[in-house]
C-alpha cells in the first residue's frame, strides 16, 4: 500500500512524532509510505535519516488552490492509494487534491478544534463530503466530532497514539521511582499558550506549602518560555523550578523524576504524558484532555479541573501523598493494553485495507 501523509507542523510535537513512528512502522509492515511536511520542519529533518520519503510544501494557507495541481502531481508520481491528512493547514487543499485524483482520503484528528458559527457549517462539508473517513486519536475528539457535525458514528475511527515500549521499558522491580528526596516533578510540553503552564507555574507555591522539599522541572520550548521564566522570577521559585530546553532524552528525563503534570485545558492526547505512563511515572491531567478517558482517577493517576491552580496543586499532592508508584505501575498497564505501537499500526493498517476496498 502506499500511503500520503501530510503534516503542516513546524516544530517538533506529539503530533510530529505521532506520524514518525506510524511511518516507520509502516515500513515494517511492507507499506511505503511518503510525507508531505513544511520546509525546514522537524519532519522534513527526520525522515529522511529513517529512508522515507519526504516532499516539502508550505500551503501558506488553508484554502490556497494553487498548489492542488502540484499535489495531484505528488498523488499520481507516488502511486498513492490512500491519503492521510493530519494538519488544518492542508486539510482542504489534500482533500480536494484526492478527490480530484480519485483517491481514498482520510483525515487524523489529533487537537480538539471545536468550531462555531460559519466555520462550523464550511468545515462539515468538508468532513462529511471530502473525506471518506476520519481518525480520532482520542474518544474525547471523537465525541466532539460528533456533537458538533453530525458525522455517522462508523466514519469516525479511534486510534491512539502508539508507543515504543522499547524506548520505555518497563521498569524492574524495586526501581518504581526516585525513592530520593526531594521529590522530582516534571512537564514535558510546548511552551505555548494554552498550555496551562501559567496556571501551573502558579499553582507552585501552593504545591510547596503542603510536599517539601519538591523540585520541578519543564522541558520544552516555546513562544512563551521567557514569560513562564519571568513569573518564576517574579514569585521567587527559581530555586524550585529548571528549564531545561528542548530535549530528545526523554526517556532518561523521566527515569529521574516521580511524577509528571499535563496542566493542557484542552488536549486531544499528549504523547508526553503517555511516554511517562509507560515509564511507570504517573500524571496529573486535567479533564479537558483526552487523558480523562484513559486514567483510572486516584488510581492509575490523577485528574483534576482545567485552568485551576488549586485543583492542580490538590491533585499533584494527592498523588505524591499516595502510593503513587503503584499508581505509575497501574499506568504502564494501561499503555501496554491500548497504546503499545505495534497493536496501534496495525489496527491503522486494518483501517486503511477496510476502506481502500
Request: proline share 6%.
Amino acid at each position: 500500500m502506499n500511503i500520503l501523509i501530510f503534516d503542516a507542523t513546524p516544530h517538533w510535537s506529539g503530533g510530529a512524532n505521532r506520524i514518525l513512528l506510524y511511518s516507520k512502522e509502516l515500513k515494517k509492515h511492507g507499506h511505503r509510505v511518503t510525507v508531505c511536511c513544511l520546509p525546514e520542519s522537524g519532519l522534513s529533518k527526520r525522515l529522511p535519516q529513517e529512508n522515507i520519503p519526504v516532499c516539502v510544501i508550505n500551503p501558506k494557507y488553508d484554502l490556497n488552490l494553487l498548489i492542488i495541481p502540484k499535489l495531484i502531481q505528488l498523488i499520481i508520481k507516488n502511486n498513492i492509494d490512500v491519503i492521510d491528512i493530519c494538519s488544518p493547514k492542508f486539510y482542504w487543499v489534500a482533500a480536494l487534491a484526492g478527490r480530484l485524483a480519485k483517491k481514498t482520503v482520510m483525515l487524523t484528528r489529533n487537537v480538539p478544534y471545536r468550531k462555531k458559527g460559519v466555520k462550523l457549517l464550511v468545515n462539515k462539508i468538508l468532513y462529511l463530503k471530502l473525506v471518506d473517513h476520519i481518525v480520532a486519536v482520542s474518544d474525547k475528539i471523537k465525541r466532539e466530532l460528533i456533537e458538533d457535525f453530525n458525522i455517522p458514528d462508523p466514519k469516525i475511527t479511534v486510534i491512539y497514539d502508539g508507543i515504543d515500549l522499547l524506548r520505555f521499558p518497563a521498569q524492574k522491580p524495586g526501581d518504581t521511582g526516585t525513592n530520593l528526596e526531594p521529590y522530582r516533578a516534571a512537564v514535558i510540553s510546548r511552551l505555548d499558550e494554552n498550555k496551562g503552564l501559567e496556571c501551573f507555574i502558579n499553582a507552585i507555591p501552593k504545591i510547596t506549602q503542603q510536599i517539601s522539599p519538591i523540585l520541578f522541572i519543564i522541558a520544552g520550548t516555546g513562544s512563551i518560555e521567557k514569560q513562564l521564566k519571568e513569573l518564576t522570577k517574579k514569585l521567587n521559585l527559581s530555586d524550585k523550578v529548571t528549564f531545561t530546553g528542548f530535549r530528545e532524552d526523554i526517556p532518561e528525563i523521566l527515569s529521574g523524576v516521580d511524577i509528571t503534570i499535563m496542566p493542557s485545558p484542552e488536549e486531544g492526547m499528549s504523547m508526553s504524558a503517555l511516554e511517562s505512563m509507560a515509564s511507570c511515572r504517573p500524571v496529573v491531567a486535567t479533564s479537558g484532555s483526552g487523558l480523562a478517558d484513559i486514567i483510572v482517577n486516584k488510581r492509575s493517576g490523577m485528574i483534576v479541573k482545567p485552568d485551576d491552580g488549586n485543583e492542580l496543586a490538590n491533585g499533584v499532592v494527592k498523588l505524591l501523598q499516595s502510593d503513587y508508584k503503584q499508581a505509575g505501575r497501574e499506568a504502564r498497564k494501561i499503555i501496554e493494553e491500548k497504546f503499545s505501537l505495534q497493536k496501534v499500526v496495525t489496527r491503522y493498517e486494518l483501517l486503511i485495507k477496510t476502506i481502500t476496498k
